[in-house]
Every structure is written in structure tokens, then in C-alpha cells.
């Protein structure tokens, strides 16, 4: 029997205590970052993951909307179509 793809992905964003920032969670079809090699884009299914990021971080939400973030840097952790970022550390 063939394993049905799993067609989204569940997003946690973090920001710290005090930064006045309010996070997400919910599920998303992608999130796009940068790191020290260039551009990235997390798609359901992706490989186990984590990564310093840096500039800028995109959620693109089951309902078409684009959430754009600036920072300076962050951590992405990837595993089992959960991702985790964690901005402003």
C-alpha cells in the first residue's frame, strides 16, 4: 500500500521574551529562509533539518497568505514535517 504525501507542514515560530513580536503556529504549505549557503525552501516532506538563518524568513499559510519576517538572526529545526523557528537569538 502506498504511503499517502502528507501535503502541508505544522509551523511553530518563537520570538524572545520582550520583543514585542507576536509568533505563529498553524499549519503552512511552505517556509522559505536564508543561511550561510544562500536560499532555502521547506516543503512537506523534507528531510530532518536545522539551520542558523539570517535576514528574512517567509510562511506561505494554507489559506495563500504570505507571512514576511525581518530579523537578524534565527535557528529552523525540521523533523517530521514539524519546523520550529526561533527569531531574535
Do not use: C
Not at 515560530?13 to 509568533?23: I, N
Not at 495563500?64 to 538572526?73: G, S
Amino acid at each position: 500500500m502506498k504511503k499517502k504525501k502528507n501535503e502541508q507542514i505544522n509551523v511553530t515560530l518563537f520570538w524572545p521574551p520582550g520583543a514585542g513580536r507576536s509568533g505563529y503556529k498553524g499549519p503552512a504549505f511552505a517556509v522559505s529562509s536564508e543561511n550561510s549557503l544562500g536560499k532555502f525552501d521547506i516543503l512537506p516532506e523534507h528531510t530532518n533539518f536545522i539551520s542558523l538563518i539570517f535576514n528574512k524568513l517567509s510562511i506561505l499559510t494554507l489559506g495563500k497568505r504570505k507571512i514576511d519576517l525581518q530579523f537578524k538572526r534565527g535557528v529552523l529545526e525540521v523533523s517530521e514535517d514539524n519546523v520550529k523557528i526561533f527569531l531574535g537569538v
